[in-house]
């Protein structure tokens, strides 16, 4: 919907008004959008310079420019901005030329975030409603009186009635803090977006070979020979990606294989674009499978050495011949042939997938498909090969890793007595005390600690609030709720939300932006809106896609009113009597914790993923040498950083003194383990029925053992009689932990970890992927039927599970699916990114450059379909959904989408069912663009492993409004 609005602006030189406009001072952002009709889409098209950006600012006195390095904060690529600051005040941008990631380029997100940070739509000063308006009130009397009232439910209901809400846009440090208030808050009700976008992917890797994160990276795709791209779209959401893509497409030959239901902006750049029915993952992997196995086109050997269970998987593809994969995909089985004779004549090939695979109600089944592919064709440790998996927010991976999630501590400890005794001894805490925050939960004569049980995913806090409350496992309804950094229209189920949102005794958002969090409900009362600022008023960390770490400097003071997310911590923190304890370690500077000393705190413990190693001094020496580092290898060639790998993807082992210069591609044995070499991890014990599961005859480079092995342990060590070489200091702090029986992930003195890599060991083991996931409700991943489905027939043969009670709620499945909705609603629908905004669109559909290109909410129809309903292209549509929701939207008549499917973006919001909620914000921060959330419609349904919500493949009607 890329229509251009003129607002009756004249048609003479639009490259002069448009130059004049820019430079009236005395213009507002809304007087801009209704007289330029151009903005960077228009500046494009006359060829103006548009990898700088110089915006208009108050006059700064001609004091000098000094020039701040940032990371953008919308997708998960990690580029540098390169700000210019005059007198304190943000003048001017350019994408860093420097950086591995982008190299000079920026897109129309990127290239906007100067507005994002200086945007007058931000919220402005802590607000209050009060007989259902919003009023302007000072911190303290917000942190007094939400800190109050949770206060007074804590102790009617307990500490589990409280969800923390985190977010993605957290550096990794106030990430990390989050999680550790959340502990001492006493709750696991904490989660954040990773849930919704990649926790399949996390679950369903992490099964597979050890970790769960993108293997390779971005640059390493360079040498890739063919690319597999399944459920992304990364020409829209993750545009500078497609540099890296495009090059290996250009340099290579590499073959582009791209797997949608809808015809992107990437399929028209594909070789080979393979058109499936929404849902079917598992059948259209296990299709090309077959044509693998059947012409002996597998790695024998890789399978052999370094794979558990691929026998198993053999037989379960052998079911999915071509005819029976096109009666479920759609997908011939000629162009099936085709695919995996390119993979098969074309290796390394990496596979690369985004929300498209992971957002099912067997999403966890779909991602470890994939990777079961990529382990068939011994794609896996090697360079240009690897999954690589394309996370969303720009610290999505980081908040990931430090743990804002509801079934772990940070590091993916878990919640077990271990993991918590951990993480006490890193807090220098009282594990009683500790305990004593938590409730202990009494139910049919029997106790249960909720420390060591998972809490609600964010994809279904909405249960926790409306669901009753005997079915809840945990004591009572969630009464208070904090969206902190989170868009609530990036779910699903929002009439549902909608409701949740007033029955709740405490709404709390926390936001640079009001989000849709201020205006979806009916309150008068009983809401606080608290203004955080953006990432570029704050130094820190953020992780990008391939596990690097980047450091940011702060750019700009915070503006306005607005408090950094971490002082907002503390703040509670004092308000709940813990600050001494949580911050004993970490100096406070007014009431603004360091940043640097978080991240100390967080290398002192993350050792099960190397996170141990990126010391805040060792990540800026990197950002202040990015040119030192190779384009492709990511690896620095001379130099102060001279052998490290760019921003020391994790994991980075052992400490910051021992220089690992980090793991640019997971489980590559063709590198010693000291200069970021690899193996399987060996996570899931040594034998499964009397076969091992440990790597067969293979290691990497240099390894002193020469087969596969266990995890290290203090015991290990010393059957080895490696124990000698610890130091004292070493060998005391692990005689502190558990002596012998102290692992590689308990060790806070790194000794265990050093000396394994002396020797040229990995830490983690030496072990075969698993192809079969035996602890998973299927073990080996197999095709089930969407929820609402059109494809009654596919029912009988591929139903989908029983309904069941997991992560404290209850969970339907065949209980929906066993009712035809087809009738009724005839259309498949899904839903994905546009290039102009971001996640929920907040900031981005209130930033001006963004909102002149994309101003309308839309659905793209097929026009077979759009036919049949009487539907004109640009004409405005009723769009219902099963379950009772319905919004106004634009028909965008096209054969990007398929007979019988249709698409719509997610990130708009501020409308709903036809009407608009503009009024409803606080004065000046409405949003410049509004419109109706798709997730308005899109229906119940969620992951069997990880509540991820189904967002991919519902059902819909439309007619003419």
Request: with cysteine; charged share 25%; proline share 5%.
């Given at each position: ?46 060829s ?10 108050p ?21 540098t ?6 007198n ?31 945007n ?16 302007k ?11 109050d ?12 009635s ?29 989660d ?7 926790s ?53 030959n ?16 594909a ?103 990529q ?20 610290n ?26 951990h ?9 009683e005390?500790l305990?004593?925050?938590?409730a ?16 609600i ?36 189920r ?22 849709v ?48 997310d ?63 580092f ?20 994790w994991p ?8 690992h ?24 014990g ?5 076969e091992?599961?440990?790597a ?7 390894s002193?053992i ?45 000794g ?10 990995a830490?983690?083991g ?15 991943p ?16 591929y ?30 629908l ?24 994309q ?7 097929n ?24 919004i ?34 606080p ?12 997730n ?20 819909c ?5």
């Amino acid at each position: 919907m890329l229509r251009k609005k003129t607002n009756g602006v004249a048609k003479g030189s639009r490259a002069g008004s448009l130059l004049s406009s820019l430079s009236a001072k005395t213009m507002d952002r809304r007087q801009f959008l209704t007289t330029s009709g151009v903005a960077v889409g228009g500046m494009a098209a006359l060829s103006l310079p548009t990898t700088r950006v110089k915006a208009a600012a108050p006059e700064t006195g001609g004091g000098k420019v000094v020039h701040k390095k940032s990371v953008c904060t919308h997708c998960s690529v990690g580029c540098t901005v390169e700000a210019e600051v005059q007198n304190g005040v943000w003048t001017g941008q350019e994408p860093g030329w420097d950086s591995p990631f982008n190299m000079g380029a920026h897109c129309a997100k990127g290239a906007a975030v100067r507005e994002h940070a200086h945007n007058e739509r931000r919220l402005k000063h802590p607000m209050k409603m009060v007989d259902g308006q919003w009023q302007k009130i000072s911190w303290d009397q917000a942190i007094n009186e939400i800190g109050d009232k949770m206060l007074q439910i804590r102790d009617e209901s307990g500490p589990d009635s409280v969800y923390w809400l985190g977010s993605a846009k957290f550096n990794n440090e106030q990430a990390y803090l989050y999680r550790k208030f959340a502990a001492y808050w006493g709750t696991n009700n904490v989660d954040h977006q990773a849930r919704i976008c990649h926790s399949t992917t996390v679950a369903g890797v992490a099964n597979t070979w050890g970790y769960g994160a993108m293997t390779n990276s971005y640059n390493d795709i360079h040498k890739s020979k063919a690319i597999f791209l399944i459920g992304g779209n990364p020409a829209e959401a993750h545009p500078v990606s497609l540099l890296h893509i495009l090059k290996a497409k250009e340099e290579n030959n590499a073959p582009l294989i791209v797997c949608d239901p809808r015809f992107t902006r990437t399929a028209a750049h594909a070789d080979e674009f393979v058109r499936l029915r929404p849902g079917s993952d598992v059948a259209l992997t296990w299709g090309i499978l077959w044509h693998i196995f059947e012409n002996g086109w597998e790695d024998e050997e890789f399978i052999r050495t370094r794979v558990y269970g691929m026998d198993e998987i053999r037989e379960e593809v052998a079911r999915w011949n071509p005819e029976e994969v096109e009666r479920v995909t759609g997908v011939p089985g000629k162009q099936l042939e085709r695919v995996a004779r390119t993979l098969a004549n074309n290796r390394p090939g990496t596979v690369i997938w985004c929300m498209g695979g992971t957002q099912h109600t067997n999403g966890n089944n779909n991602t470890r498909a994939y990777c079961i592919l990529q382990l068939a064709l011994g794609n896996m440790g090697v360079a240009g090969g690897g999954t690589n998996i394309f996370r969303g927010h720009d610290n999505v991976q980081g908040a990931t890793d430090l743990g804002v999630l509801a079934d772990t501590l940070p590091g993916y400890y878990g919640l077990t007595a271990g993991a918590w005794g951990h993480w006490a001894r890193v807090w220098e805490e009282d594990p009683e005390w500790l305990k004593g925050r938590f409730a202990i939960w009494d139910k049919n004569g029997k106790s249960r600690a909720m420390m060591n049980e998972k809490g609600i995913p964010v994809s279904r806090w909405i249960d926790g609030v409306l669901e009753a409350k005997e079915n809840l496992e945990q004591p009572d309804n969630t009464r208070a709720m904090v969206l902190w950094g989170h868009a609530p229209n990036s779910q699903t189920r929002m009439l549902e939300m909608k409701e949740a949102m007033e029955k709740l005794d405490l709404l709390v958002v926390v936001d640079p932006f009001p989000t849709v969090s201020a205006v979806l409900h009916d309150r008068k009362d009983g809401a606080y809106l608290l203004p955080t600022t953006t990432q570029f008023e704050t130094s820190g960390s953020v992780t990008a896609s391939n596990r690097s770490l980047q450091w940011r400097e702060k750019v700009v003071e915070p503006l306005f009113d607005s408090k950094v997310d971490h002082e907002i911590m503390k703040l509670f923190a004092d308000k709940f009597g813990f600050t001494d304890r949580m911050f004993r370690n970490i100096a406070i500077d007014g009431d603004e914790p360091s940043i640097e000393d978080i991240t100390r705190e967080f290398n002192r413990g993350m050792w099960t993923i190397g996170y141990t190693g990126q010391s805040p001094e060792r990540l800026k020496k990197h950002m202040a040498n990015q040119h030192h580092f190779d384009k492709t290898t990511l690896r620095a060639n001379g130099g102060p950083c001279d052998g490290d790998i760019y921003g020391m993807p994790w994991p980075c082992w052992g400490t910051p003194e021992m220089n690992h210069p980090g793991t640019p591609n997971l489980y590559d044995m063709s590198l010693p383990v000291s200069k970021g070499g690899l193996t399987f991890r060996a996570r899931f014990g040594v034998e499964r029925d009397g076969e091992s599961l440990l790597a067969d005859g293979v290691y990497s480079k240099n390894s002193e053992i020469k087969d596969g092995y266990p995890e290290f342990t203090m015991q290990m060590l010393m059957d080895l009689g490696w124990d000698t070489d610890l130091t004292a200091e070493e060998r005391a702090t692990i005689d502190g932990v558990a002596g012998a029986n102290t692992n590689w992930k308990t060790d806070l003195s790194g000794g265990i970890q050093r000396v394994a890599i002396k020797h040229e060991c990995a830490p983690f083991g030496n072990a075969k992927a698993r192809a079969i996931v035996w602890n998973f409700p299927d073990p080996i991943p197999i095709h089930r039927e969407p929820l609402y489905t059109t494809r009654r027939d596919l029912v009988k043969d591929y139903p989908t599970y029983a309904d069941k009670t997991f992560w404290r709620v209850p969970t339907l499945y065949e209980s929906i699916q066993k009712n035809d909705f087809s009738k009724d609603f005839p259309i498949i629908l899904t839903s994905g990114r546009l290039v102009e905004y971001e996640g929920g669109g907040d900031e981005t559909r209130s930033n001006p450059w963004l909102a002149e290109l994309q101003q309308e909410m839309f659905i793209e129809v097929n026009p077979r379909d759009a036919n049949n309903l009487n539907i004109r292209d640009g004409n405005d549509v009723w769009v219902s959904g099963p379950e009772g929701g319905r919004i106004k939207v634009k028909a965008m008549v096209t054969e990007r989408v398929g007979e019988g499917v249709a698409f719509m973006p997610f990130h708009f919001g501020g409308h709903l069912e036809g009407k608009s909620l503009r009024d409803k914000y606080p004065k000046g921060s409405d949003p410049y663009v509004l419109g109706e959330s798709t997730n308005v419609v899109q229906t119940y349904g969620y992951d069997s492993v990880t509540q991820m919500q189904e967002t991919k493949a519902t059902l819909c009607s439309i007619m003419p409004a």
